[in-house]
């Protein structure tokens, strides 16, 4: 059965940094583009960032631009979420989702981030 | 980039009835449209793909369609199972945009 868990959330002062991680299991990792999205409390979602197979290419929204990067370890079945610059607006829950042709189709149980002084 | 906007904001009903959610996008996206569940401390669930196919598991009173631009998700018949939040999603040319979602409410 897919599964995603996340892992990494925590509570870091503005302008801190932290990395999020999301162990797969279940399904071919390595055929499969994985993203990251994410939702404020009490919120809507928020798609934040898509890599692809193979770390061939990566897209980020334009909120977290310059700021976050996505990065995948195919031999550990892990994808990763590098945050630096964090402001109070990145207070979300952070979900990782398996990227297939019809949408995001197995999501993690999420992790939350809170940034706050 | 692509614009969505998803209608009503909220909506309440009754179980039993027919309920419809529309999102239109602002440009054309070849139908790559999803529509997902998400109930309350949980994760989203994915309901239809690609418009109007239905993701394995999903009952059958759950239906998608499109015209052009506008993207209509059905419930043919509320359960009490269904009262939750929905959001539209498309994902054309690895661009990822949500709509604001729709919480359908208990009359």
């Known amino acids: 059965q897919a599964q995603l868990v996340e892992s990494g959330g925590n509570l870091v002062k503005p302008g801190g940094s932290l990395r999020l991680s999301c162990a797969a299991s279940?399904?071919?990792?390595?055929?499969?583009?994985m993203s990251w999205i994410r939702q404020a409390p009490g919120k809507g979602l928020e798609w934040v960032s898509v890599?692809?197979?193979?770390?061939?290419?990566?897209k980020y929204a334009d909120s977290v631009k310059g700021r976050f990067t996505i990065s995948r370890d195919d031999a550990k079945n892990s994808l990763y979420l590098q945050m630096n610059g964090l402001r109070a607006e990145d207070t979300a829950i952070y979900y990782c989702?398996?990227?297939?042709?019809?949408?995001?189709?197995?999501w993690g149980q999420g992790t939350m981030v809170t940034v706050s002084s | 980039d692509i614009q969505m906007t998803q209608f009503p904001s909220t909506l309440s009903a009754s179980v039993g009835d027919r309920v419809t959610i529309t999102c239109r996008t602002s440009?054309?996206?070849?139908?790559?449209l999803a529509w997902y569940q998400q109930k309350p401390g949980k994760a989203p669930k994915l309901l239809i793909y690609r418009a109007s196919s239905l993701e394995s598991g999903v009952p059958s009173r759950f239906s998608g369609s499109e015209s052009g631009t506008e993207f209509t998700l059905t419930i043919s018949s509320l359960q009490p199972d269904d009262f939750a939040t929905y959001y539209c999603q498309q994902y054309y040319r690895n661009w990822y945009t949500f709509g604001q979602g729709t919480k359908l409410e208990i009359k």
């Open positions: 890599i692809t197979t193979s770390s061939s290419f990566t």
């Open positions: 279940g399904f071919i990792f390595t055929d499969y583009y």
């Open positions: 440009h054309d996206i070849s139908s790559l």
């Open positions: 989702a398996k990227t297939a042709a019809g949408g995001f189709d197995i």
